[in-house]
Every structure is written in structure tokens, then in C-alpha cells.
């Protein structure tokens, strides 16, 4: 166990919908990544909060959003879902911002289907 | 931008034996990291072990090695006394070394089976 959590682990939704998923970091870890697997992407970043505010973006769509709370947790909205959107949806957790090539510490995921 | 190159889809290795996973990148950087990551069937990511570009001395933990050649680029993961356990997908990933952002660049993934 990473000591990361992610809320649901399971989710299916419909085209067109919209879903939030929830990530809450390793205690004491002040940095928050996403990432999405899928079949033909493979492992791709997404995006990078450290403390509140936003670090680094990476392949993520404009349909897709994030925010890190003062608590720390962080959110992964995912809206005008599309078929290609099916994947697991990883957060990871690190102690600062990154720049000492911190280890990245990964949740179970979000598998996320879009029917 | 950087890029990671796992050669090798699949692989199998017979219980105790010793089994070498390749990976390649290519970057323009003098300082960075380098990761391999365990996905076992339950999805989960595992770090197995890092490696920083500027020691030239390969990483160990346990029965993991790494042979890290700067110039060629190449940064292998060597697994042995393989055990069932070990049944897994395993990636190796990249992470430059500054603060702009500390993402991980991921190779394809190599499938490691290990048989009794």
C-alpha cells in the first residue's frame, strides 16, 4: 500500500457525461500527478499540482480539468466523455515539487468505461 | 522532448533464473532520473528502483539491479533469482531533474512472465 488513495476505483458512465475522480496524497506530500493508461496511449502524464497550484501540464485534453485543495486532495474532471476516454486514470504523490527527482508514489487508479 | 524505448513486448524466464529487461532513451539532458516501475496484474504501480545520471555506481535492491550506461543511453533491469511474484509488467520511465514540472516519460512497458 502507497499510503495513496483514489475514489471509485471503478467507474462507468455514458458518452457525453460528465466524472470526477478523487485522489487524496501519501501524508505529508505536498505534490499530486495524474496519468492515464490506455491501450493504445500507453502511460501518459497529465498534469502536476504541488501545494495548490498547478506545476506542469502535460497531454491533457481541454475537456479535462484539475484542481488541488487547501487539504491537499485533488480532483480530475473529466467532461463531454468519449470512447476514447476508457482508461485507468492514476494519481501519484511525491514530498515537494519534484525537483530533487522525487519518488513518485502511485494510488490504485480509476478504470474508468465510457459506454 | 524525451523519449523511452522498451524493445521487448514480452518476455518469459523460468523460476530462480535471471532475466535481463531492456530499455532505451533518448534526451538532450545531462541530469535526470531514471525509474522501473512493477505493474502487476492488480494494476497497482510499484517502484522497483531508481537510478540518478550523475552516479555512475548501477543501483541495487535486492535481487534488482540496474546497468545504467550514460553514453549509450541505455538503462537495463537485471531481476535475479526470478520468483512467480515477479509476474508482472514492468516500465521504465524517465524524469528530468529540475522544477518545472517533474513528470515521468514512460516506455511501452515490457510483460515479464515468470514460469514454474
Known amino acids: 500500500d502507497s499510503g495513496v488513495t483514489q475514489t471509485p476505483k471503478h467507474l462507468i458512465t455514458a458518452t457525453g457525461q460528465r466524472v470526477t475522480l478523487r485522489c487524496s496524497p501519501r501524508s505529508g506530500d505536498l505534490s499530486v500527478y495524474w496519468y492515464q493508461q490506455s491501450l493504445d496511449q500507453g502511460l501518459q502524464f497529465l498534469i502536476h499540482?504541488?501545494?495548490?497550484?498547478?506545476?506542469a501540464k502535460g497531454n491533457i485534453l481541454e475537456r479535462f480539468s484539475a484542481q488541488q485543495f487547501p487539504d491537499l486532495h485533488s480532483e480530475l474532471n473529466l467532461s463531454s466523455l468519449e470512447l476514447g476516454d476508457s482508461a485507468l486514470y492514476f494519481c501519484?504523490?511525491?514530498?515537494?515539487?519534484?525537483?530533487?527527482?522525487?519518488?513518485?508514489?502511485f494510488g490504485p487508479g480509476t478504470r474508468l468505461l465510457v459506454l | 522532448a524525451q523519449t523511452v524505448t522498451q524493445s521487448q513486448p514480452e518476455m518469459s524466464v523460468q523460476e530462480a533464473e535471471t532475466v535481463t529487461l531492456s530499455c532505451t532513451y533518448d534526451t538532450s539532458e545531462n541530469n535526470y532520473y531514471l525509474f522501473w516501475y512493477k505493474q502487476p496484474p492488480s494494476r497497482q504501480m510499484i517502484l522497483v528502483i531508481r537510478?540518478?545520471?550523475?552516479?555512475?555506481q548501477n543501483a541495487t535492491e535486492n535481487r534488482f539491479s540496474v546497468n545504467f550506461q550514460k553514453a549509450a543511453k541505455s538503462f537495463s533491469l537485471k531481476i535475479s533469482d526470478s520468483q512467480l511474484g515477479d509476474t508482472a509488467m514492468y516500465f521504465c520511465?524517465?524524469?528530468?531533474?529540475?522544477?518545472?514540472?517533474?513528470?515521468?516519460?514512460f516506455g511501452g512497458g515490457t510483460r515479464l512472465m515468470v514460469k514454474p
Open positions: 520511465a524517465f524524469m528530468r531533474a529540475n522544477n518545472a514540472g517533474n513528470m515521468l516519460t
Open positions: 537510478q540518478e545520471a550523475y552516479k555512475q
Open positions: 499540482y504541488y501545494n495548490g497550484e498547478e506545476r
Open positions: 501519484a504523490s511525491s514530498k515537494r515539487s519534484g525537483g530533487a527527482g522525487e519518488t513518485q508514489y
